[in-house]
């Protein structure tokens, strides 16, 4: 300082006007970032023209209406409160006050995590929990207290009034202060469950998959549609932004003609393997094992496929009145109770494709795989493909799934012109030998290694010019989870829709027809397996036939 | 003056327009990007005050008010290290700026797995935060804004104020 002082000092006067050049010896520099940053921004608004010719319009979910706040107040019976029965009723705003506990411990000690903010800023649905049905006394007692827990409170909260207990389904039905069930026993049961809230004029929330057995499939759907009842099938993802953004990639025609689909399932621990913990309160006391077995006529209908196809292996192995802890807990992993990857996983990626494309059920299906890694005494298989065939179409929908590698493959739809890969965010890139986009590819003006289309889940536009660094955080659900704020559950959103439509009319986005489309193509997908054949679905007849 | 000091006297005012420039875009192009945020570089911190960065992300309001001292701070220190105009003060605002940001991302053994950001290049204690620091220290103490600058020229006028009124 002092030395640059003296330099000043030492300048004659005369040299005023070199000694202001000099002070202005830099300025140019300013003039060259100008230029900079103008060529810089040429640059993006080329690109981003780019974007423009692939823009997409906003969308909402289908959930999206107005809660009226004098809308009438829909009273909800639930069956079955196992796993996820805890989050449905979670979900429509009644969560297990031990749960509660956690999360506020866990924004205790991290900031980070906004769990419990998250669910206190869902709104309300304007429902009130007024039976509940499980068979096995825990989890009965465990829903009655969720029913009661109005104001989304830990241990410590004060509750509402408690909903009432039925050990039968049937006299839950019956009760006239439910208006609306939530069904989430085991598979065996959901169809019949959902036949009988219909006929008993309950409005249904089914949870995947609609049936069973393939005869139940049929009647489902005919007293379903006869009872006039407001139905909502559980597949949330009919609620999942970036599926909507799909959708409209491909309604406008941007991949081009799709000939593979690829849709996944990757897991890798036991419980992902459907080996969920044992109650310590669950003894033959506790539990009603009777109503457990099923229904006669869906065991029947059961075992008259299994015994006249010669499939009499995969039945069992224990006898079906035996009470058994494992089978209890454990259902999925045996078909006397389960649908097994087909019906439970495979049908969510099904219904994607479905919202998505509207391909509808498969013309065939054909299946392999096997129980290769949960040796466990298991019949259902732990590693599948099955590849569905949509000739009307022009494409195949190829399901493939193991519950022993975390690997993950998300849903790739693989056009001539463009791929689109959905996982938590939705990347297109131009496929280089594109027809349609040769032109553009010669020129330089698209590059088919960066995407064409980014939509980042939780960001309302969609651009081609996405920062790397952005792209990171999304495929790493940081900006999903913080990103304007709030960040709904979809099974919140899937639950809200069909509560709005029994308050003000309308059909809920999955509906009956595709709650029987996504069954009959997990049944054909199952029975490929089961009978080492591919199955084919006459459109006509509406029947599963042997190849 | 001999010819070394000329050498260095030129080192030292392309330093400082090297280092205006870097903050001067970084700052731009913040400002126009009406979607940037700091929001995922603050929860992207790691070391012993990422709890203090996260919880600046966690409220909308504290954020906006980062984001706008951050881009307009870049902006100003940029302007201020190239113009030579209250060079100074940008030295200093500079400073804390990059320690705010190697305090964020510190380059710690096992830390620098953690960030999610993709970083270039590799470090041990050391980053390139770390190295501009000291290099607008250097800046600090050895200015050339008197000269090179208009920081000259704001002298000259509010040395000559006082006398006009004379």
Known sequence: ?547 | MNSNSNLQRFWLVALRLLIGWHFLYEGLVKVLNPKWTSLGYLMDSQGWFASVFHSMASNAGTLSVINFLNEWGLVLIGLSLILGLLTRLGCIGGILLLLLYYLSHPPFIGSEELFMMPREGSYLWIDRNLIEIAALATLYVFPTSKTFGLDGLLGNLLKNKPTQSH
């Open chain 1, 1 to 547: 300082m002092s030395e640059e002082n003296k330099n000043q000092q030492e300048q004659p006067a005369s040299s005023g006007r070199r000694s202001a050049i000099k002070a202005l010896v830099s300025v140019p520099a300013l003039g060259a970032m100008a230029y900079g940053v103008y060529k810089k921004t040429q640059y993006d608004r080329s690109r981003r023209n780019l974007g423009d010719l692939f823009r997409l319009e906003p969308t909402t979910p289908p959930s999206a209406q107005e809660i009226k706040p004098d809308g009438r107040t829909i009273r909800l019976g639930i069956i079955g409160y196992g796993i996820r029965g805890k989050q449905l009723l979670r979900a429509a705003g009644f969560a297990e006050p031990s749960l509660i506990d956690t999360w506020k411990e866990a924004a205790r000690l991290s900031s980070k995590d906004t769990r419990y903010k998250d669910y206190l800023e869902q709104e309300g649905l304007n429902v009130t929990v007024t039976g509940v049905c499980d068979i096995f006394d825990t989890y009965a007692e465990a829903a009655i207290l969720s029913g009661s827990n109005i104001h989304r409170e830990g241990s410590d909260g004060t509750f509402g009034p408690q909903p009432k207990r039925y050990r039968y389904y049937k006299d839950l039905l019956a009760a006239d202060d439910v208006d609306a069930v939530i069904i989430a026993a085991p598979d065996h049961w959901h169809g019949t469950m959902a036949m009988d809230a219909a006929r008993a004029g309950k409005h249904v929330y089914l949870e995947k998959p609609m049936s069973w057995t393939v005869p139940e499939t049929y009647m489902i759907r005919d007293v379903v549609k006869q009872s006039g009842i407001t139905f909502q099938f559980g597949h949330q993802g009919r609620q999942t932004d970036s599926y909507l953004k799909a959708k409209q990639i491909v309604d406008k025609d941007i991949l081009g003609a799709i000939s593979l689909i690829e849709v996944c399932t990757n897991r890798n621990d036991p419980n992902g393997a459907w080996v969920y913990p044992i109650h310590e309160t669950a003894n033959p006391q506790t539990i009603d094992w009777r109503q457990f077995e099923g229904d006669d006529d869906r065991v029947k209908e059961y075992l008259d496929y299994m015994q006249s196809q010669g499939l009499a292996r995969y039945v069992g192995p224990e006898p079906r009145d035996r009470f058994s802890l494992e089978r209890f807990f454990r259902w999925r992993c045996w078909w006397d109770y389960s649908t097994g990857l087909s019906g439970d996983l495979l049908t969510h990626e099904y219904d994607a494709v479905n919202q998505i494309l509207g391909v509808g059920i498969p013309h065939s299906a054909t299946s392999s795989g096997g129980v290769y890694f949960f040796k466990d005494g298991r019949t259902v298989p732990d590693v599948l493909q099955t590849s569905f065939e949509f000739p009307d179409r022009s494409l195949t929908m190829l399901y493939s799934a193991t519950l022993a590698s975390q690997r993950s493959r998300g849903k790739v739809f693989m056009g001539h012109d463009a791929s689109m890969e959905l996982s938590s965010s939705l990347i297109v890139k131009a496929d280089p030998r594109s027809t349609r986009y040769a032109d553009q590819i010669a020129k330089g003006i698209i590059k088919p290694d960066t995407p064409l289309i980014t939509y980042i889940p939780g960001q309302e536009n969609v651009d081609a010019v996405s920062s790397a660094t952005e792209l990171y955080f999304a495929q790493r659900g940081l900006l999903y989870a913080y990103v304007n704020g709030k960040r709904y559950d979809t099974t919140y959103l899937h639950i809200r829709e069909w509560v709005e439509c029994i308050r003000n009319g309308g059909t809920p986005s999955c509906d009956i027809d595709a709650a029987f489309e996504e069954a009959i193509t997990a049944h054909m997908g199952t029975r490929a397996y089961l009978e080492g054949r591919t199955m084919y679905w006459d459109k006509d007849k509406e029947e599963i036939v042997r190849g």
